[in-house]
Structure formats: structure tokens, C-alpha cells
């Protein structure tokens, strides 16, 4: 071993000694006999401030991607997973080489359930999430656009907010120049400020594919959940106030995506005929 990684090495076993400690005192809860290791990882990771960390550190949270033709998104999205995390690809039928890159990067791939669309893939998500003993679901898109070095934000704001929902806002982050045209920013504010006004709250990016979802959440939203398209963020938000889960949003970075959007015009503008439906069903069920 070279001279000037023990003392890295020996305080990498400290931290993980003391963050254990500290965060066992403070956060461990017992569910089925088993450790719940979603705040475990949150202490961790603060305590363990500037040194990587390990796989079993961050093992209460998988994060799902949902992914239809992403081969250059995907690469770059789980290139940049903090070490250690657990990834589901759910894949909408690739017919790049999306599946090969995900199985390349260790990541759990499933064929989606439900029908075409994300919402479908979303859903998917979720149901395999529920099948398994993970505390915390986190949602990034497959395109590169979204940053996977903001998770442990994403995680931290769930737990040390109270949060059931965390969603991540393009509007309120930095934005590479370029990522997000004026219509697009124009129509997901306007979407966010009606649905959040409509719960008397201030919300800017309802339609973010960066969201974080305690254990809870996702039992209560996963029956509820009937969309298959790119409605599915605006049906997780009405749902999550209808069932009265805290929901915050944390500003995230924006990047430009890799390869090309599934979002087109058309699907924008049928989104517009979405906020009235779930705006009436928040009020009627
Ligand atoms: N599994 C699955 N994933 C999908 C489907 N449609 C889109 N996605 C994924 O959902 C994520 C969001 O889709 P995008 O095309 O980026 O939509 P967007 O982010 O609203 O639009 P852009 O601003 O153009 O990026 C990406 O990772 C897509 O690959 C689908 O039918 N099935
Ligand atoms: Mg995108």
C-alpha cells in the first residue's frame, strides 16, 4: 500500500466506526428484524464528509431509471452514481443498446408493466421496490439531464425535513444553458404554480423526473397509480397531497440530455388537458 493512503484508509474505518455510532444512536428503527438503512446512510454520509463511500453504506436506497432508447443518457447517468448504489433500469422496450449498457454498469434492468409510457416504467419501478426491503425509492431520468451526485441532497431533504415526497426543481437549480428552451420552462412552471396553488403551496417543477420517495409513499401512491404516460409526475403530486403526505422540492442542476427527448409537442400540449383532469380529481376523486 502506498504510504499516503493509510492515513486516508484509517480515517475512512474511523468515520465508519463513529458515523455507525452516531447515526445507530440516533436513527436505527427496527422493521421485520431488519436494520432500516435509509437514514443509516443519510448519517453516513454526512459524517464521512469528503471521502467516497462504500457499497453497504448506501444500501436503504434504490434508485430507479426509467429508459426508452438511452444508451448515451444512460452510460453517463450511472457513471456518476454515487459508489455503491443499487439501480433499477426499467426499460420501455430499447431498441438501442440501453439494456446492454445498464447490464454493463451492474444495474437491475426489468421490462416494463402497465402499457407504453414512463408512467407505465415508473409504476414498474415501484412495484419491484415494494417487493423488496429498501427504505428509500429515488427516481432519475435515463438521459443524462439529471445529476446522480444530488441523491444524497434528494435523501437528506426526505429525512432531515420530515418528507414523505422530495422533488427535485430544474426551475429553482442551475440550468446548463441550453437544457431547458423558454417554452418548456414556461409550461412547467405554469403547470407547478396551478397544481401547487391548488393545495395553497408554491411549487415550480411538478413535471421533474427527479423525485425521492420515503417506504410510506410509495405504499400509499403505488395502488393509486393509474397513469402510463409522462402525466404519471402530475398524478404522484396530486396523490401525495390527496393522501396527505409532506411533500417539499429541492432545487437540482439541469443538464442538456444526451439523445433524443420522448417528450415531444404533442405529448406537451396533451399535458395541459392532464392538469385540468387532476385538478378535477383532486377536488372530486
Ligand atoms: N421505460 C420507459 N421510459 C421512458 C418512456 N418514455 C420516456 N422514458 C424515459 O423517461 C425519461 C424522461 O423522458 P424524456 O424524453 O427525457 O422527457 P423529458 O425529460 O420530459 O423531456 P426532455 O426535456 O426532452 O428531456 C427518460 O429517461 C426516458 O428514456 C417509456 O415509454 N418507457
Ligand atoms: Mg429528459
Not at 109 to 114: N, P
Not at 248 to 268: A, D, H, M, N, Q
Amino acid at each position: 500500500m502506498r504510504p499516503h493512503l493509510i492515513p486516508n484508509f484509517l480515517r475512512l474505518l474511523l468515520l465508519i466506526k463513529l458515523g455507525f455510532r452516531t447515526s445507530c444512536s440516533k436513527f436505527k428503527t427496527e422493521k421485520k428484524g431488519k436494520l432500516h438503512r435509509g437514514k443509516l446512510h443519510v448519517r453516513m454520509s454526512t459524517c464521512a464528509n469528503g471521502i467516497s463511500l462504500s457499497v453497504n453504506l448506501i444500501g436503504g436506497l434504490l434508485v430507479m431509471v426509467p429508459t426508452l432508447n438511452e444508451e448515451l443518457g444512460i452510460r453517463r447517468v450511472l457513471e456518476g452514481m454515487p459508489r455503491g448504489s443499487v439501480v433499477l433500469v426499467v426499460d420501455g422496450g430499447s431498441t438501442d443498446k440501453t439494456v446492454e449498457v445498464a447490464k454493463q454498469h451492474d444495474a437491475i434492468v426489468r421490462k416494463q408493466r402497465f402499457g407504453r409510457g414512463k408512467g407505465s416504467a415508473v409504476r414498474t419501478g415501484m412495484e419491484y421496490f415494494l417487493g423488496t426491503d429498501y427504505d428509500i425509492l429515488c427516481m432519475i431520468d435515463g438521459d443524462g439531464s439529471n445529476d446522480p451526485r444530488e441523491l444524497p441532497k434528494m435523501i437528506e431533504a426526505l429525512n432531515s425535513r420530515n418528507a414523505e415526497v422530495v422533488l427535485g426543481s430544474r426551475i429553482r437549480g442551475e440550468r446548463e444553458k441550453g437544457a431547458m428552451g423558454p417554452f418548456t420552462f414556461f409550461c412547467n412552471l405554469i403547470v407547478s404554480l396551478i397544481l401547487g396553488l391548488r393545495f395553497l403551496r408554491i411549487f415550480t417543477d411538478v413535471q421533474t423526473g427527479y423525485w425521492a420517495f420515503s417506504r410510506k409513499a410509495v405504499e400509499t401512491l403505488y395502488s393509486n397509480l393509474k397513469a402510463e404516460g409522462f402525466e404519471i409526475e402530475m398524478e404522484i403530486f396530486v396523490l401525495t397531497f390527496g393522501a396527505g403526505l409532506k411533500c417539499i422540492e429541492v432545487p437540482v442542476r439541469y443538464e442538456k440530455r444526451s439523445g433524443k427527448t420522448k417528450f415531444r409537442l404533442l405529448l406537451r400540449f396533451r399535458n395541459f388537458g392532464y392538469l385540468v383532469y387532476y385538478l378535477l380529481h383532486s377536488f372530486w376523486g
